[in-house]
C-alpha cells in the first residue's frame, strides 16, 4: 500500500503553504527523513521530509497551494540502502569505467547501443543501480531544443520585470502593515562607545573560539544587556491581550536573521539562562539553517522581545518595526570611529548608534529612555553583565 506524503502542521496559524521546488522526481528512490521537497510558508522555507524509504512514485501536487493534512505525493515502500562510501581506486583499476559497477548489463547494452551515457544517469534500482528502464526513459524523453538567446534590450528601452512575491514575502509585508497600523509606536536614540567590547574580543576572541567553536561576536553581549535591562523594566517584556497587560516572567529573545527571501527571527529560548558561548552557538546555528532552508516554524514563534542588526548591513541608524505582540524591539547599527568629547577632551571613539522601538501604549518614554540607558551603560562597561551589577 502506498505511503502518503502529507503536508504537516507547520505552526501556529499557518494553513496554508506553497510547493516550492521538489528535491526528487517520480521515480527516484528516497530514504527515509530525506527530504523531498521545498514547503514554503509565510515564515520560512522548510523541507519536507520521506516518512520512509520507498521509490516516489507519484507527485500529485506539483505545484501551487495547499493545506496542512493534503497529500502531495505517495512513496511505494521499499528498503533503500544508504550509499556506500567508495573506497579510492588502486592504480591499476583507475582506467576502469564506473559502469561496470553502477549500471545493469541490459542497460550498459541498450545505452551502448543508443550513445546514451547510462554511467551518467540517476538510477531507480536497488542501490542507485541504472536499469534498462531508466535508459528507456532517457530515450523516450524528446531532447529540449536550447534556449533561444535573448536579445538584449535596445539602449535606453524602458521596461519592467512582474515578479511574484512569495507567501513569505507577502507575510512579512502583511505583519510590517499590521505594526503600523496597530500599535502607538515610538523610537528612541542613544549610542554606546563599543571600545571595551571590542578591547575584549581582541583580547579573548582567540581562545573563546578555541574553547567553544565559535567565534565571540557582539550579539551575545548585546543579549546578555538586553535581558538584564528587561529584568530592570519589565514593561518592556510583556504583551497586551485584549484589555490585559501579560508580563513575561521568562526571556526569550528573538534575533533577526537575513535569509534568501526576507528577515526571520528565530527565537533563544530563556536565554537569561544561557551563557555566552551558548549564545553565540545558537545564533550561529540559526544563521545557518536559515541559509539552508531547514529552521522549524516552532523556533521562530514566542519571542518577548527582539534584537535587529542592521550594522551588518552598513546602516547607521534606523527605526526598527515592532514584531506584534511584542512591544519593544532593539535595533544595533555599524560602528562607525567619529570624535567624542571625554573628559573635556575631543577623542575618536568606536561608536554604534542604538534605536528602541516600543509600544507607546504600556511602555511609556522614561521606561524606553531608561532601558535604552541602562544597555548603554552595559556595552560600554561589559564587565558589569558578568557580575550582574
Known sequence: ??????????????????????LKREGDLVRADEPVVELVTDKATLE??????????????????????????LLEEQEVQAPAAQASPKPEQASSPVAETKV?????????????????????????????EDVQRVLSTPASPPPAPTPAPPQGERRDEVVPMTPLRRRI???????????????TFNEADMGAVMELRREYGESFQKKHGVKLGFMSFFVKAVVQALQEIPQLNAEIRGTDIVYHRYY??????????GL?????????????????ERIADFAARVKEKRIKPEELMGGTFTI??????????????????????LGMHAIVERPVAR???????????????????????????????????????PVRLVLEV
Open 104 to 132: 545493469m548489463p541490459a542497460a550498459a547494452r541498450l545505452a551502448a547501443q543508443s550513445g546514451v551515457d547510462a554511467a551518467s544517469l540517476k538510477g531507480s534500482g536497488p542501490g542507485g543501480r541504472v536499469l534498462k
Open 173 to 187: 509585508a502583511e505583519r510590517l502593515l499590521s505594526a503600523k497600523q496597530s500599535t502607538a509606536m515610538l523610537t
Open 308 to 329: 535587529t542588526n542592521g550594522g551588518i548591513y552598513g546602516s547607521l541608524n534606523s527605526t526598527p518595526l515592532l514584531n506584534p505582540p511584542q512591544v519593544g524591539i
Open 1 to 22: 500500500m502506498p505511503v502518503e506524503l502529507k503536508i504537516p502542521p507547520v505552526g501556529e496559524s499557518i494553513t496554508e503553504v506553497e510547493i516550492g521546488q521538489w
Open 48 to 73: 519536507l521530509p520521506a516518512p520512509a524509504s520507498g521509490v516516489l512514485s507519484r507527485i500529485l501536487i506539483p505545484s501551487g497551494q495547499a493545506r496542512v493534512g493534503d497529500v502531495v505525493a
Open 343 to 381: 573628559n573635556g577632551a575631543v577623542v575618536i571613539r568606536p561608536m554604534m548608534n542604538l534605536a528602541l522601538s516600543y509600544d507607546h501604549r504600556i511602555v511609556d518614554g522614561r521606561e524606553a529612555v531608561t532601558f535604552l540607558r541602562r544597555v548603554k551603560e552595559l556595552i560600554e562597561n
Open 264 to 280: 526571520v527571527v528565530p527565537v533563544l529560548r530563556d536565554a537569561d539562562k544561557l551563557s555566552m558561548a551558548q549564545i553565540e
Open 252 to 261: 526569550d529573545i528573538g534575533i533577526a536573521v537575513g535569509g534568501g527571501e
